[in-house]
């Protein structure tokens, strides 16, 4: 299955749509910003309108803003993860895009650009420096996440693998196999499965805290959900629980049964 950069980049919206987190930030933010009222919309609107204001810009503007991002991360590098440089300048494009938005929700609410309080250039540079800081932010506290797990794993706690978070939350389950197609690898576990557009070698780094093996360029499998080896016409395959088969490639049939797999 190989996606263009508009199904990517829809896709992952829609998956970003259904996490019950992101409308619980959508609904603080608004909440917060329309009894705050910055900008001048304290004295210009009421409450009501004020926090419909905030909540269509906040909606309007967040939605616009990761629907460039998640565009230019497949356009420069479809292969790869997002790092604090690429973000941060993905985040800064987008900046153009809100600024249109914000320009033209406020040319419906205040009658703009009669009277307007700030011109359209000034608020597209505004757009641009705060979106390019918050898209670093995000990455840096995600990183400082990441890390902060990773250290209480070492601790002694259980560690949950990272690929797991990469899920939508109803297929996060115990770990079967991970699966290459095209671009993308197909996660695995015992509550389904999704279609992640990384290279297997980053979705394997990411399972740390799972026993698993590499069996061949395009597979590797949880060892707990291999049930059985079998051959076939001289070529070993690893049946899982499920029901699945992989094959075994000659290169990785030693590391196979080192692990007790066949």
Excluded at 72 to 97: D, E, H, I, K, N
Excluded at 123 to 152: K, T, W
Excluded at 208 to 234: F, K, P, Q, T, Y
């Amino acid at each position: 299955m190989t996606d263009g950069p508009l199904q990517f980049t829809m896709r992952e919206l829609r998956r970003t749509l259904r996490a019950p987190r992101f409308w619980l930030a959508i609904t603080g933010a608004a909440l917060l910003l329309g009894l705050v009222g910055p900008f001048g919309t304290y004295d210009g609107l009421t409450l009501p309108v004020r926090l419909a204001y905030w909540a269509v810009t906040v909606l309007a503007t967040y939605l616009t803003g990761l629907f460039c991002v998640f565009l230019l991360a497949y356009l420069t590098s479809p292969a790869s993860p997002l790092g604090m440089t690429r973000l941060g300048f993905a985040g800064a494009v987008a900046g153009v895009p809100v600024a249109a938005i914000v320009w033209l929700i406020n040319w419906v609410v205040f009658a703009w650009p009669d009277g307007a309080a700030i011109g359209f250039v000034p608020l597209v540079f505004y757009c641009i420096v705060i979106s390019g800081l918050v898209s670093v932010l995000i990455a840096v506290f995600s990183r400082d996440y990441e890390m902060a797990r990773a250290a209480s794993g070492a601790a002694g706690v259980p560690q949950r693998p990272r690929i797991l978070d990469r899920l939508p939350p109803a297929k996060r389950g115990r770990l079967r196999h991970l699966s290459v197609q095209d671009h993308y690898v197909d996660v695995r576990t015992d509550r389904g499965g999704a279609l992640l557009l990384m290279r297997l070698q980053d979705a394997v780094a990411e399972t740390e805290g799972v026993e698993g093996l590499r069996i061949h360029r395009s597979h590797w499998v949880a060892s707990d959900a291999v049930a059985e080896a079998v051959r076939r016409d001289g070529r070993l395959f690893l049946r899982l629980d499920d029901g699945t088969e992989l094959p075994v490639s000659r290169s990785y049939v030693s590391d196979v049964r080192e692990a007790g797999l066949a």
